[in-house]
């Protein structure tokens, strides 16, 4: 089993910057993909961000290019999701995710673990 714990999250002006930590624990292999999800109220969890398992390819929602940047340590078993020029509508609870392999996609249902997310909120 996987543990997978999201920190960093909280309340900033639009325009501001917020950097969001999560850290994976318990039977983690080398080979995974880490992947950062969000969900607005009332809304779907939507893909945001990925990174593959050496850490050379990222992708990202068209919303957040040139705003986000995905990146992971392995040797901390940690990926960082570093949000600038935040805007009202990034709000949500953000989702970290593990997938095995070293194929990493942005579909959810690709992802074998899951962490409790964390409170994102933009004021305008």
């Known amino acids: 089993q996987v543990q997978l714990e999201e920190s960093g999250g909280g309340l900033v002006q639009a325009g501001g910057s917020l950097r969001l930590s999560c850290t994976a624990s318990g039977r983690t292999f080398s080979t995974y993909g880490l992947g950062w999800f969000r969900q607005a109220p009332g809304k779907e969890r939507n893909f945001v961000a990925a990174v593959n398992w050496s850490g050379e390819n990222t992708y990202y929602a068209d919303s957040v290019k040139g705003r986000f940047t995905i990146s992971r340590d392995n040797g901390k078993n940690t990926v960082y999701l570093q949000m600038d020029s935040l805007k009202p509508e990034d709000t949500g609870v953000y989702y970290c995710?593990?997938?095995?392999?070293?194929?990493?996609?942005?579909?959810?249902?690709?992802?074998?673990?899951w962490g409790r997310g964390t409170q994102v909120t933009v004021s305008s």
């Open positions: 995710a593990l997938q095995y392999g070293r194929v990493v996609t942005g579909r959810s249902n690709s992802y074998n673990f």
